[in-house]
């Protein structure tokens, strides 16, 4: 897959065909690890590759920041003993709206900015293209929470809401923040 037109950072490497979260030097792709087998099927998936087209934070690829979410949601769901599997899965494709949300920033109704109606529009799509458990489309639809009114049903769904959040943080006002060295902490949850 070619990739070199991208405009937006991320931890992508075409020589050494490597993806990795922002703070860690795993490389996402490798085969041995478990993250990468409960996400194989999704993180080189030509519908989820096409977030890289589209800037989520700062300078970083919705992308990015999604790999960046299910990276580190599936880390904390681990250490807690839940589902690893369906955090890492569902944190993936929390974003997978596939539209420049910054050109919809001018809506004037409060509730049909951005920030309220993409967690439906990425169950649509992410539901459309990949089959998903209950646990997931929960985790997808209110990953926004506590936008989402309704909170969320399951314990990964809060890890996803809170990863999104903290990595929105990050990306937006630390664009350099992967070189220091607290948020390498992150990456012994």
Not at 59 to 77: M, R
Not at 99 to 126: C, I, M, Q, R
Not at 156 to 182: G, N, Q, R
Request: proline content about 3%; charged content about 25%; overall charge positive.
């Amino acid at each position: 897959m070619f990739f070199s037109n991208r405009k937006f950072n991320y931890v992508y490497s075409l020589n050494n065909n490597s993806v990795k979260a922002i703070g860690s030097d795993v490389n996402l792709l490798d085969d041995c690890l478990e993250y990468n087998k409960f996400v194989s099927d999704l993180i080189d998936n030509q519908i989820v590759l096409e977030m890289m087209d589209y800037m989520q934070h700062g300078t970083t690829s919705c992308y990015q920041h999604c790999i960046n979410v299910s990276y580190y949601s599936y880390k904390l769901a681990k250490k807690l003993n839940l589902d690893a599997k369906s955090t890492a899965r569902a944190a993936l494709l929390h974003d997978l709206f596939l539209y420049d949300w910054h050109k919809t920033a001018k809506v004037k109704s409060l509730f049909k900015k951005h920030g309220f109606t993409h967690p439906k529009k990425a169950l649509e799509n992410a539901s459309k293209y990949f089959h998903l458990n209950d646990k997931e489309k929960d985790i997808i639809i209110k990953h926004m929470w506590p936008l989402t009114i309704v909170p969320p049903k399951y314990k990964e769904s809060y890890i996803v809401s809170f990863m999104d959040k903290y990595c929105c943080l990050i990306e937006t006002f630390y664009p350099k923040f992967h070189k220091i060295h607290f948020l390498k902490k992150v990456s012994y949850l």
